[in-house]
């Protein structure tokens, strides 16, 4: 038999196993099912031409790569073989794992072989935290289906693609950057690629807990508070029964699923003195359990409260101020993508050191580890949406790939006590395109939940003789107002002091960015650019600068610490890294970190 009939033969063998696959809802808190980690090694090689994917005709082929052929008769033709091929580490990013990657944009077939026993009455989901940026998935031969967008778990049922023994999980990756894209074509970040988030074998029953919400409810009643709890099942099943404890205070109820297999806005109460809210300060996590036959599902849930009140902003019903920073998902001393609680752990321990309550999680979701861990060492959070600088306004799938990325960003995060704003959007340029757009995912975000507030980093629309001015109609949209303003770096150097501001919206303001370069042990003038001095001197005149703003109620300057970015090519100061950190990507303080401490000590 020819190769050609052999590779045909194979391919429409696997085509016909396969039933149509269909893309299920990631569970709330996977990692709290039976699960087995599909981490590791995987086989991969680089694909430049996609020919693993198309024809010589660039039409897409049925005998791709995704069919992890292997040579039977010693004359098969088969130019690939994923088991002799070199491994990159899951999760991780490519960049950072191979010198001849670390520049590399655009396509790269993983592949890793699992051990499946099939049980009775059971469904097996395939999770992956992240792939950046399209992900084809394919298992023992068969697509299993697409998803694109860095930074937000997807899940696929494959319970009728496994088998019991042997199998494969094949990945197509591609992280070329596109106009239409969610980011678009530029941004000042690494574009890391890969499978950066942990890969799951999910072992869930037929009915499942698929997501469930437990939250504080913002009204006091007399001694009493009251929990929000809602659930949904994977399918409509009603009469399941589904028991609620939150032990420490003393909460165990049984509830059952209506018509639509869903538990809705029940309402339990608790003592007010018995409950201990989720602050900074003490950052309350209480265990929760869910018991639905033999399924139990463990949680910590904090509870806690954000509101604003005309300028002020309420952290369980009393005034806070964040003192925050910026910061991307890279990884301290090694700058790759973090992926676990460890990676985000000494990121955190940074911040604290600042004086910080509050991180803005900049411009993508970051991985749950980090939010996790954020979320136990009382950190408050902004998430974000990759919606950054000028994408595609007008095209209806860039919009449904915006509005996917942060309907699965709540989705993941939603009880989550740290997470307090959700960010649409940062620096959009106007235009009533952009308004449509944007308006879209704030209607979106405030039906997906109500219980947290919604922002966006915007930016100074006028200034002219030192006044400075936001006017946006995004503001009739958001619970904040936030802007980023680059005073003393992009304009206006040592200008600082004689700037004002009129910013004429009833709400609280975060300055979302702020700040300047500066390289590590580079010393000179304040007036010299790149030196510790001027970045000291820029931070210590937009401290006080700031402080005349009226409702400022917080900020969040740009940034942690150095970062790579494409975008920063001047040689012996920036060799692609963004320089604007506190802290070198070393972890050494500049001498700005001094000022904004002592800033954030006296708020
Ligand atoms: C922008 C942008 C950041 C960028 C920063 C900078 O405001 O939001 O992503 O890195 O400015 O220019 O350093």
């Known amino acids: 038999m020819n190769t050609r009939l052999f590779l045909m033969a194979f391919a429409f063998a696997a085509a016909i196993g396969a039933k149509a696959q269909t893309e299920v809802t990631a569970p709330q808190n996977v990692y709290a099912r039976q699960t087995t980690l599909l981490n590791g090694e995987w086989n991969y090689f680089v694909d430049l031409q996609e020919q693993g994917y198309y024809d010589y005709r660039m039409n897409p082929t049925r005998w791709g790569y995704f069919i992890n052929a292997k040579m039977k008769n010693p004359s098969d033709l088969v130019e690939y073989d994923f088991d002799a091929s070199p491994t990159l580490h899951v999760p991780g990013d490519w960049n950072t794992q191979s010198e001849e990657l670390f520049l590399y944009e655009g396509t790269i077939w993983m592949k890793r072989d699992f051990d499946y026993e099939p049980r009775a009455g059971r469904r097996a989901l395939l999770y992956f935290g992240a792939v950046n940026y399209e992900a084809i998935v394919y298992v023992n031969g068969k697509k299993a289906g697409r998803h694109v967008g860095g930074f937000t778990p997807f899940c696929y049922d494959v319970t009728d693609l496994v088998k019991g023994g042997k199998n494969f999980v094949i990945v197509k990756i591609d992280n070329k950057r596109h106009k239409d894209n969610v980011p678009t074509l530029i941004f000042d970040w690494w574009n890391y690629g890969g499978i950066t988030r942990d890969v799951l074998l999910v072992d869930v029953p037929e009915t499942y807990v698929e997501d469930y919400w437990l939250g504080l409810d913002k009204e006091v009643t007399g001694k009493k508070r009251i929990l929000n709890f809602s659930l949904k099942l994977n399918k409509p099943v009603a009469d399941q029964e589904v028991t609620l404890s939150i032990p420490e205070l003393k909460i165990k109820q049984r509830f059952t699923t209506n018509a639509e297999g869903e538990i809705a806005n029940c309402q339990l109460p608790v003592v007010s003195s018995k409950l201990q809210l989720?602050?900074?300060?003490?950052?309350?996590?209480?265990?929760?359990?869910?018991?639905?036959?033999?399924?139990?599902?463990?949680?910590?849930?904090?509870?806690?409260?954000?509101?604003?009140?005309?300028?002020?902003?309420?952290?369980?019903?009393?005034?806070?101020?964040?003192?925050?920073?910026?910061?991307?998902?890279?990884?301290?001393?090694?700058?790759?993508?973090?992926?676990?609680?460890?990676?985000?752990?000494?990121?955190?321990?940074?911040?604290?050191?600042?004086?910080?309550?509050?991180?803005?999680?900049?411009?993508?979701?970051?991985?749950?580890?980090?939010?996790?861990?954020?979320?136990?060492?009382?950190?408050?959070?902004?998430?974000?949406?990759?919606?950054?600088?000028?994408?595609?306004?007008?095209?209806?799938?860039?919009?449904?790939?915006?509005?996917?990325?942060?309907?699965?960003?709540?989705?993941?995060?939603?009880?989550?006590?740290?997470?307090?704003?959700?960010?649409?959007?940062?620096?959009?340029?106007?235009?009533?395109?952009?308004?449509?757009?944007?308006?879209?995912?704030?209607?979106?975000?405030?039906?997906?939940?109500?219980?947290?507030?919604?922002?966006?980093?915007?930016?100074?629309?006028?200034?002219?003789?030192?006044?400075?001015?936001?006017?946006?109609?995004?503001?009739?949209?958001?619970?904040?107002?936030?802007?980023?303003?680059?005073?003393?770096?992009?304009?206006?150097?040592?200008?600082?002091?004689?700037?004002?501001?009129?910013?004429?919206?009833?709400?609280?303001?975060?300055?979302?960015?702020?700040?300047?370069?500066?390289?590590?042990?580079?010393?000179?003038?304040?007036?010299?650019?790149?030196?510790?001095?001027?970045?000291?001197?820029?931070?210590?005149?937009?401290?006080?600068?700031?402080?005349?703003?009226?409702?400022?109620?917080?900020?969040?300057?740009?940034?942690?610490?150095?970062?790579?970015?494409?975008?920063?090519?001047?040689?012996?100061?920036?060799d692609y890294y963004n320089m604007k950190g506190i802290y070198s990507d070393r972890g050494e303080k500049k001498k700005a970190f001094y000022v904004l401490k002592a800033w954030y000590e006296g708020k």
């Open 278 to 574: 989720w602050c900074p300060e003490t950052p309350k996590l209480y265990d929760v359990e869910l018991e639905m036959g033999n399924e139990v599902i463990k949680d910590e849930i904090g509870f806690r409260t954000i509101e604003t009140r005309g300028k002020q902003l309420l952290l369980n019903g009393k005034p806070i101020f964040l003192k925050g920073v910026c910061s991307h998902e890279e990884t301290a001393y090694t700058s790759r993508r973090c992926n676990c609680a460890e990676d985000a752990d000494t990121l955190l321990s940074w911040a604290r050191s600042l004086g910080c309550n509050f991180i803005r999680l900049a411009h993508y979701p970051h991985n749950e580890h980090a939010v996790r861990e954020a979320e136990r060492q009382g950190f408050l959070l902004w998430s974000e949406i990759p919606v950054y600088w000028t994408i595609s306004w007008q095209n209806e799938e860039t919009y449904a790939n915006a509005e996917r990325q942060l309907k699965d960003m709540i989705r993941r995060d939603h009880n989550r006590a740290a997470i307090i704003i959700w960010s649409l959007a940062n620096e959009t340029p106007h235009s009533d395109a952009r308004d449509k757009f944007l308006g879209r995912l704030a209607t979106t975000a405030r039906s997906q939940d109500n219980t947290r507030l919604i922002s966006m980093a915007m930016e100074v629309t006028g200034a002219s003789n030192y006044v400075n001015r936001l006017q946006d109609n995004m503001n009739q949209y958001v619970d904040v107002v936030s802007f980023n303003q680059y005073i003393g770096w992009y304009r206006d150097v040592n200008d600082a002091p004689k700037m004002t501001w009129e910013i004429p919206y009833d709400k609280p303001v975060i300055i979302s960015e702020f700040g300047g370069g500066a390289k590590f042990g580079l010393h000179g003038d304040k007036n010299q650019r790149w030196t510790e001095e001027f970045q000291e001197n820029l931070y210590r005149e937009n401290c006080a600068m700031l402080d005349k703003i009226e409702g400022l109620s917080g900020t969040t300057p740009w940034i942690l610490k150095d970062f790579r970015s494409p975008r920063r090519v001047l040689t012996g100061i920036q």
